[in-house]
């Protein structure tokens, strides 16, 4: 019978904030590994995989709907920043404040502010 032999290897992308790229770059060095995989297999090998708890909050995705020119100028902002635009519209929606807001008559039904006629 013909020996199996393990699958290859293969590519597993992911996104990594900039001082954890740092931090793999530091442990690589320490521990003498040549590449960034090899650092990633170390720290999976000493990482028990039993006692995982996610941390973060569980996620739903919705769809909303913003005026052209709304979602045009979050598109430009997101591509100078280099961020997605999720990451615009959940910075806004954790700085709306915690209180009631009185003063609905600013914003229209799709919720676009309203100018104020002088």
Known sequence: MAKKTAPAP???TF???VSLLNKIETQR???GLASTSEVVRYALGEFNL???EAGTEERRQISVRLAAVDKASLVKVAK???VSLGEILRAA???LPEKKVSDKKNFDK???A???KK
């Open 114 to 116: 309203k100018k104020s």
């Open 29 to 31: 060095k320490k521990l």
């Open 80 to 82: 100078k920043q280099k």
């Open 15 to 17: 996104d990594l904030p």
């Open 93 to 95: 929606l954790e700085a």
């Open 110 to 112: 799709k919720g676009a």
């Open 10 to 12: 293969s590519p597993l």
């Open 50 to 52: 039993s006692k995982f």
